[in-house]
């Protein structure tokens, strides 16, 4: 009964706190075996606040896809150790799609119907959404006034994240094989401004997301 009480506590703590996030990714359990060769594909992602774009990452404002390109050979190889690795930019019309479940929620996962035999497997991201995401406003009645006593004063928050949204496939290279799929969803906290640390930490924690739980991460 004190071990179910611990756990039940623990469960109750976690959800308030940390949230708790169910996993947004599935991968095959037959897939152990870590690949020495990856081809990592992605179609052209969107930018829903050009404006953003624009005074943190000026020089990309019209090629946003090369610093994308970057940021991934980048940490991958920084996340991962004994795995080469290619990216490529593919167009929107070389990816397919079939649904799955995640959680019991059907998404659309991409996939290709072509691929190059010289990679070990394939990681297709698709979908590809970068933007501010603003909570709606929360207020609060109460708590004490400006000379110490108690009042009925009013506090507002709000939760304002820098986000990267997208969804991702592993696919044997060989045999097309589903090996693993998921959504991304990659978030840096921010009060008034986005800044460059942002779009960096988004993309850190994209790469992150899609390497989790499988052999590649080993």
Known sequence: MRKLKLVLAFASACALLVGCAAPRSVIDTGWTQKPANVKVVFTEPFI?????????????????SDWYKAQLEANFASQ??????????????????????VNGVNIKVPKLEEMDGQA??????????????????????GGFNAAGGIGMGTTCSQDKDFTGKGSFA????????????????????????????????????TVSTMLENTPIKK
Do not use: H
Not at 81 to 99: L, M, N, P
Not at 120 to 141: F, H, P, Q
């Open 48 to 64: 829903a606040n050009p404006d953003d774009l624009q005074d943190d990452l000026p020089d990309y404002v019209n090629n946003f």
């Open 80 to 101: 991962t150790t004994g795995v080469q690795y290619s990216v490529e930019k593919i167009s929107q019309d070389k990816v397919k799609f079939e649904a799955a479940a």
């Open 170 to 205: 592993y696919l044997d290279a060989k045999t097309g094989k589903r090996l693993g799929y998921g959504e991304i969803e990659a978030k840096s906290g921010y009060t008034f401004t986005v800044s460059q640390s942002d779009w960096l930490n988004v993309m850190t924690k």
């Open 120 to 141: 070990d497997v394939y990681l297709v991201i698709n979908d590809i959404w970068i933007g501010r995401v603003e909570s709606a406003t929360t207020c609060t009645t």
